[in-house]
């Protein structure tokens, strides 16, 4: 189980930045009023990051032998970079990213000018996309991972 929602958790990844960088790009470029591209694309992006959300904390507070070790010794994960990534700062950030992007969404939705709805979406898909990009393990890290999981 634990190999099956790692290998999905991995893949979604891909899907959630590309769909990040493409709704910060239709942010930029997308100058309509009303229901826009960016409006679709921020909701694709929104229910990846939540799926990728559900499976995350199914592997933190469930399947990892990771975390499971961070959790039990909380000390010991703190003083071990790899184990502090996992317990602490990949959840909180991609966490952070996920509010954002619910955030921008209802900010946009609630805002008074098309101007200022833009504006928005741009900081927020931006701000999350780059905390995703930050928080994910790539390979070559203390705590990476390979690129595609098999």
Not at 21 to 47: E, H, I, K, N, P
Not at 56 to 71: D, E, K, M, R
Not at 92 to 112: E, K, P
Not at 124 to 132: D, N, R, W
């Amino acid at each position: 189980m634990y190999s099956a929602v790692l290998i999905l958790h991995s893949w979604i990844r891909w899907i959630a930045l590309i769909l990040g960088v493409m709704t910060t790009f239709a942010a930029f470029t997308d100058r309509t009023a009303g229901q826009s591209t960016t409006d679709r694309w921020g909701l694709f992006f929104m229910m990846v990051l939540d799926i990728q959300m559900l499976l995350g904390l199914l592997l933190y507070l469930v399947l990892s032998p990771f975390t499971t070790a961070a959790l039990h010794d909380f000390g010991a994960a703190m003083r071990n970079p790899a184990l502090r990534f996992w317990a602490v700062e990949h959840v909180s950030v991609m966490l952070v990213a996920v509010v954002i992007v619910h955030g921008g969404r209802v900010l946009a939705r609630h805002a008074r000018t098309p101007q200022s709805k833009r504006l928005r979406q741009i900081v927020c898909f931006s701000l999350a996309t780059i905390a995703m990009i930050a928080a994910t393990p790539w390979p070559g890290t203390a705590h990476g991972r390979p690129w595609f999981r098999v």
